[in-house]
């Protein structure tokens, strides 16, 4: 007989309280229309049927392409096509839409040595692609609740992935909000043996070796502090404080 194995995240759905009452002026504006969004190529093709109003609240690619006023034939068709993105990857997205989290964790995520003798944990790449994804489809919701995805992971493991910045520097240019949590894994969390085992690489992005060097500058001057900057729950490294957006967290 199957047995079913409790979780850590049953413990937390179930001691975090739901808000089940709200007012009517809460509720979703997703309107009725949908628009398929098709995502990859071949037999790994797959279509989402996402509410309109949902895509261009979250997106501002999603906003163009759909504009009725625009010459996109997308607008007209209510169908936008992404053959280049990865449909597992889009799901984690179509998620978040519908509800506000991001379900990007697997159980067999860790496996074997990373080349700085860590466990190599698949999740952490999978993230900064889903962040990725949003910097392609211009949705800063998305990119802060990944970000935020990523500190909580850090928070609750007490682990780090050493080049969570290699993927962002080499695909985008990450957000200042992005970066600064970039360098300050590097600047708060490597020791002596990363810098010795991969330092080197960072070579590679010359503007994001300048921020680690302003960073520790600062460090230098006024000593490391008590606790780790993501330690709190607020929007420090949240890119919406810099465009003027709403904050995903008041959109669910
Ligand atoms: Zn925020």
């Not at 279509?47 to 895509?55: G, H, M, N, R, W």
């Not at 609240?57 to 990865?86: I, T, Y």
């Not at 490391?224 to 919406?240: K, M, N, R, S, V």
Request: charged content about 25%.
């Amino acid at each position: 007989m199957a047995t079913l194995k409790r979780t850590a995240s049953d413990d937390i759905a179930r001691t975090t309280p739901h808000k089940i009452r709200r007012s009517a002026a809460e509720a979703p504006k997703t309107g009725t229309r949908t628009v398929a969004v098709h995502v990859g190529s071949g037999t790994e093709k797959r279509t989402f049927d996402i509410y309109q109003d949902t895509l261009i609240r979250h997106s501002e690619f999603f906003k163009a392409a759909l504009n009725p006023s625009s010459n996109w034939m997308e607008g007209q068709q209510r169908s936008v096509s992404l053959p280049e993105d990865c449909p597992q990857n889009f799901e984690i997205l179509f998620h978040f839409l519908n509800t506000g989290s991001i379900f990007a964790s697997k159980e067999d995520d860790i496996s074997g040595t990373s080349s700085t003798s860590c466990p190599l944990d698949l999740e952490w790449g999978r993230l900064t692609e889903c962040w990725a994804l949003g910097q392609k489809l211009l949705s800063t919701t998305y990119k802060d609740a990944v970000v935020d995805t990523i500190i909580e992971k850090m928070r609750t493991s007490g682990r780090f992935c050493s080049n969570l910045h290699e993927y962002p520097c080499q695909n985008s240019t990450p957000s200042r909000a992005f970066r600064k949590l970039l360098v300050d894994v590097v600047v708060y969390r490597w020791s002596q043996k990363t810098w010795a085992e991969i330092g080197d690489g960072l070579s590679s992005f010359p503007d994001f070796l300048l921020d680690i060097a302003r960073a520790q500058s600062k460090i230098s001057k006024k000593g490391f502090p008590t606790t780790l900057p993501w330690a709190g729950d607020d929007c420090t490294y949240h890119e919406h404080m810099d465009d003027g957006t709403p904050c995903y967290k008041t959109l669910f």
